[in-house]
C-alpha cells in the first residue's frame, strides 16, 4: 500500500501558508484535498505536535501555519507526517540458517535502507515550504 502522508502533510502545510490570515478547519481542508475529515484531523495532530501547525479550539478555531514558510524545511513535514518509519522495510520472514544469504539479508538490507533514508532527509533538508509554494502555477 502506498502512502500518501507526507504528500497530503505537504499540501495541507502549502494551503495553511497560502492562507495565513485565517483560520482553516479539517472540514475545509478535506474538501481541497477531496479525502475524509478524519484522515485531515490525524495529519493535523502529528504537524500540530512537530510544531509546524497551531491549532486553536472552539467556535471560529481552526488551524494555522505556526511558522513562515521559509523557515520550514520539507523534512520537518516529512518527520511528523511519517512518524518515522522507514520508506523500505525488510521481510519478517525466519532465517535459515542453512542459507548465508538469508543469515546475511538484515545486514545487507539495513545498510542499504540506512543510505537510503539518510540521502532522503539530507535532499528534503535542503528544501524549504516556500520553495514548494514558489512551484505553484
Not at 494551503?15 to 475524509?36: G, I, Q, W
Not at 539495513?110 to 540521502?119: F, K, P, S, T
Amino acid at each position: 500500500m502506498v502512502d500518501t502522508r507526507f504528500s497530503v502533510s505537504v499540501q495541507i502545510m502549502m494551503t495553511l501558508a497560502l492562507h495565513s490570515e485565517e483560520l482553516l478547519n479539517s472540514d475545509m481542508l478535506s474538501k481541497v484535498l477531496k479525502t475524509n475529515p478524519t484522515f485531515v484531523r490525524k495529519i493535523v495532530s502529528k504537524l500540530v505536535e512537530a510544531g509546524l501547525v497551531e491549532s486553536f479550539r472552539g467556535k471560529g478555531g481552526g488551524i494555522k501555519i505556526a511558522k513562515s514558510p521559509h523557515e520550514i524545511r520539507i523534512s520537518e513535514i516529512y518527520a511528523a507526517a511519517t512518524e518515522q518509519k522507514k520508506l523500505i522495510s525488510l521481510h519478517k520472514k525466519p532465517v535459515m540458517k542453512a542459507c548465508p544469504v538469508s543469515c546475511s539479508i538484515k545486514n545487507v538490507m539495513d545498510n542499504i535502507v540506512d543510505g537510503i533514508e539518510d540521502a532522503t532527509i539530507n535532499f528534503l533538508s535542503k528544501k524549504t515550504l516556500q520553495d514548494m509554494i514558489k512551484n505553484i502555477s
